[in-house]
């Protein structure tokens, strides 16, 4: 126990706590001096709040350790390169430099979140389950919070405690596997990667603190005039993104300089493993346009702090402007989210099918261009908007255009399955569902992306169904075959097979059910984002069928976790190359060592050359 | 470092390199009060956000081979240089997108600014620029007290520029009404201006911890990454003014 609580993660919680205090408090004396109201009704007042959390996040840092080499470097002190961290479970709650251990640190915290965003889930899947209000009623009260301004509370957050989810996870995969693929010894700054992990976490509790102090009824988008009105909950949600966002630009800013400056010898362009272009692609889209989400809830920020008008038309601003500002990142997030699962599906395909990746050079390229299209899509959002009108259809012909790189995409996975030698393990079975998943989220989209049809499915949950499907194709489910097949790398034990088929088998089933009745409610009329609707409308059955099948998803989830930490003591060992990968990391035992490579290595062919005779992708040095 | 020049020459490149940002700055203020061309007010940026790109922030530099091995301080210092120009890409995008909200919202109008005290602080910020420049040559070349002296001018000159937006700028635009709740024009102003000078405060924080380890003899001709860090960071901070200044002075007509 006090091993626990001197570690990094309590103690940035600690200062964390003290740093909000502190703002808080700072805000409140000055009020005070100016004879201003102190108080409010989440004790202290707006401004208070925001100091408050802002002064949290720095706290948090300054008293985590995650900065004090750069301290000492700004005093000119030099610190050393790389600590070998002490053997046990406390380096996972420490400041580790070691890009494997913030790797996991990242993904750990990815699954704890995604547990928190899908309870969310479940409460209001629950609420839906039958017409009327059910228990989230108007006399229940929580949080300041009556029943349905909760249940758009748990939406709004279910959305973005997701979100954040996500962008740890990718970047928990990105961080463990894209240094070991490329043969360097960590990424190109370690510092900053220890940074980028731990400032995430004072994120998540800001998001998790606009729950408390009266939530907020926006939805993730947090539009104003809405966001501008709700209570000061809105706030903190926007300063866990805003904190959130600069985990995610470092990050990127760290994979960029990692891959252009660390490669081993002969690793060329086209010899790059396909999961590092994605990741390439993902990190150019993070990088830059995450800025504008930033900037934009800053705004927002401002316009209630400050009463500074860049969105109330009643002082000349403009609404629409936040929302291409807001679609600007919000829409290219999505590939961020997806391009990291759609390399790892091309990544282990070949593995499990024996044969060489189609196209691979397309497939390579079929990532930036992605993420480049990607840039120039934002306002199919806004169809409904009362954005100029011409608008519209040139944003309707390029968000058609992504379906091209896509395309080559799915043509590349179907050309590799043919007449491969396909064996189902778990993680192969996670990459098949994830293709046919992400397909069904693809065919969905057209739909979306053309005005005409557009204009009726704005707002419905046909929308939700769509991007859920994409979302659990393009990342939850590469997200698990990922974690299955690079689970006995990290522990040189693997996952229990019996569990993780249940896992499959019971998840994939449910949420082709969820997904399906939610575009086919959808189609009949059914808003998204309400706490309730009209019984007349014969969505009842329905309802309660998804509510069933989101239930049967989060019971895999569980089986999953169990799976996850029995198998880190329990698992059956597997210390070789299990899945007989030509992947340089498999060449050597697991779990990996420390410093990664004790000889480097040099790339002599193709990555990818499954099933070629006498072809080899990497050769180790022979001596030291 | 494998483009020092050597002092003479520098010195040279530098001066000639802010007597065409000078003589710009000028063509634009004159341009702006005689007749309002928004084409040459942008080409007129572009040309000298190029100049300073090129010759005060060298980013021909991120091309520079290394000849040491992947564990040498040169070879470090070119990753290092690569993880700052993304991170400016990366700011760059905060400001692109303030100019977008000044375009959307402002469209070709202006708030009524003290034109002189605009003028005037640009050229401040210019003159730091070059004492920047300044600076980093003398340290490339060994000469520590030339840029110790370079860089504590900067310093001052950039604390010269953060007080005339901040503590003259602010109140006088104040007193004429344009305050941060009146408009969008107000709420514009002071959210490009605020955002500027922002990182104007860090740079001068980045020159001081700088000028501090120069002090105590911790750089040298060959390893000086830390100034060279902070003088790009300087240059781009002069960089978005370069694109601000105009937006907020010269581009449109008074309401």
């Known amino acids: ?624 | 470092m494998s483009h020092t020049m050597d002092k003479s020459s520098a010195l040279g490149q530098g001066v000639l390199v802010f007597i065409y940002l000078a003589v710009l700055t000028a063509l634009e203020f004159l341009v702006a009060v005689s007749f309002a061309a928004v084409s040459i007010l942008v080409v007129v940026a572009l040309v000298k956000a190029g100049l300073v790109a090129y010759y005060y922030m060298h980013i021909y530099r991120l091309n520079e081979e290394h000849e040491g091995g992947r564990d040498s301080y040169e070879y470090k210092t070119g990753t290092n240089r690569l993880g700052l120009w993304l991170f400016l890409l990366s700011d760059s995008f905060v400001f692109g997108g303030l100019l977008v909200t000044r375009i959307n919202l402002l469209g070709l109008t202006r708030p009524g600014l003290n034109q002189m005290l605009g003028l005037g602080v640009t050229s401040v910020l210019l003159l730091s620029s070059f004492f920047m420049n300044r600076g980093e040559t003398s340290m490339a070349n060994g000469d520590r007290k030339g840029f110790l002296v370079n860089t504590i001018l900067t310093f001052f000159l950039g604390l010269g520029f953060l007080i005339g937006v901040v503590a003259v700028e602010w109140p006088m635009a104040a007193h004429e009404g344009l305050t941060a709740s009146s408009g969008a024009m107000g709420a514009v102003f002071y959210m490009m201006t605020g955002m500027h000078a922002f990182h104007v405060f860090t740079g001068l924080i980045l020159l001081l911890l700088v000028w501090n380890k120069g002090r105590k003899g911790l750089y040298t001709a060959e390893q000086h990454w830390g100034v060279e860090a902070a003088a790009v960071y300087w240059h781009f901070v002069d960089l978005v003014w370069i694109f601000f200044y105009p937006a907020l002075y010269l581009i449109g007509k008074l309401v």
């Not at chain 1, 519209?392 to 080559?408: C, D, I, K, N, W």
């Not at chain 1, 069933?548 to 089986?559: H, K, Q």
């Not at chain 1, 029995?566 to 070789?576: F, L, N, P, Q, V």
């Open chain 1, 1 to 624: 126990m006090k091993r626990f609580i001197s570690t990094a993660l309590v103690r940035g919680l600690f200062w964390q706590f003290i740093g909000t205090l502190a703002g808080a408090g700072l805000v409140t004396g000055i009020r005070a001096a100016m004879g201003l109201s102190i108080t409010d009704q989440f004790f202290f007042t707006e401004p208070a709040w925001v100091l408050g959390g802002f002064f949290g996040v720095l706290f948090f840092l300054a008293g985590n350790g995650s900065v004090s080499d750069w301290f000492k470097w700004a005093r000119g002190i030099e610190t050393h390169d790389h600590h070998a961290d002490a053997p046990g479970w406390e380096k996972y709650l420490n400041v580790s430099l070691d890009h494997k251990v913030i790797g996991v640190q990242y993904t750990i915290t990815a699954l704890a979140l995604i547990g928190i965003g899908g309870t969310f889930a479940l409460i209001f899947r629950t609420e839906l389950a039958q017409s009327g209000l059910q228990y989230l009623t108007t006399t229940f009260k929580v949080f300041g919070q009556t029943g349905p301004q909760f249940y758009n509370t748990l939406m709004s957050l279910h959305g973005m405690i997701m979100i954040v989810s996500i962008l740890l996870g990718i970047a928990g995969i990105i961080n463990y596997v894209v240094p070991l693929l490329l043969g360097a010894q960590d990424m190109a700054f370690p510092r900053l990667n220890a940074f980028s992990y731990w400032i995430a976490v004072p994120a998540a509790v800001l998001l998790l603190m606009s729950m408390v102090l009266g939530g907020f009824d926006t939805g993730w988008t947090g539009y104003p005039p809405l966001s501008a009105r709700a209570p000061v909950g809105v706030q903190m949600f926007f300063m866990g993104v805003f904190t959130a966002g600069w985990s995610s630009i470092l990050g990127a800013l760290n994979l960029i300089a990692t891959v252009l400056r660390m490669r081993s010898k002969g690793m060329t362009a086209f010899r790059l493993p396909i999961f590092v272009w994605a990741a390439i692609a993902t990190s150019i889209i993070a990088l830059t346009a995450t800025q504008l989400i930033g900037l934009s809830f800053q705004l927002v920020m401002f316009q209630r702090l400050f009463g500074m008008g860049f969105f109330d038309p009643a002082k000349g601003g403009n609404p629409i402007l936040f929302q291409h500002l807001f679609w600007f990142y919000s829409h290219p997030a999505v590939y961020v989210f997806v391009l990291p699962g759609l390399g790892v599906i091309s990544e282990l395909l070949p593995v499990f099918v024996r044969k060489p990746l189609f196209g691979y050079k397309f497939v390579a390229m079929s990532s930036l261009g992605i993420a480049l299209v990607g840039f120039l899509v934002w306002a199919h959002h806004m169809f409904t908007s009362g954005m100029n009108e011409y608008l519209r259809v040139p944003f309707m012909y390029s968000t058609m255009l992504v379906a091209v790189p896509t395309g080559v995409k799915f043509f590349s996975w179907v050309a590799t399955l043919w007449k491969g030698k396909i064996i189902t393990p778990t993680p192969m079975l996670f990459v098949l569902g994830g293709i046919v998943v992400f397909l069904l989220g693809g065919l969905s989209g057209p739909p979306n992306a053309t005005v005409s049809t557009d204009l009726h499915l704005q707002d419905t949950y046909w929308i939700v169904g769509h991007f859920h499907d994409t979302i659990f194709g393009g990342f939850v489910f590469p997200f698990f075959a990922a974690i299955y097949y690079w689970f006995p790398k990290a522990t040189g034990r693997r996952m229990n097979e019996t569990l993780g088929k249940i896992h499959f088998w019971m998840m994939t089933p449910s949420f082709f059910v969820l997904t399906l009745f939610m575009m086919r409610v959808g189609l009949l009329g059914m808003r998204r984002r309400i706490a309730d609707y009209d019984a007349a409308l014969g969505f009842d059955t329905y309802h309660l069928i998804m509510t069933i099948a989101g239930f049967l998803i989060a019971i895999s989830v569980c089986i999953f976790l169990y799976n996850f930490f029995t198998s880190i003591r329990k698992g059956e060992k597997a210390e070789g190359n299990l899945w007989n990968s030509r992947s340089p990391e498999w060449q050597v035992p697991s779990p990996m060592p420390a410093h990664n490579y004790d000889q480097p290595f040099e790339v002599v062919g193709e990555p990818y050359d499954y099933g070629l005779e006498g072809s080899k992708y990497v050769e180790f040095a022979k001596n030291k």
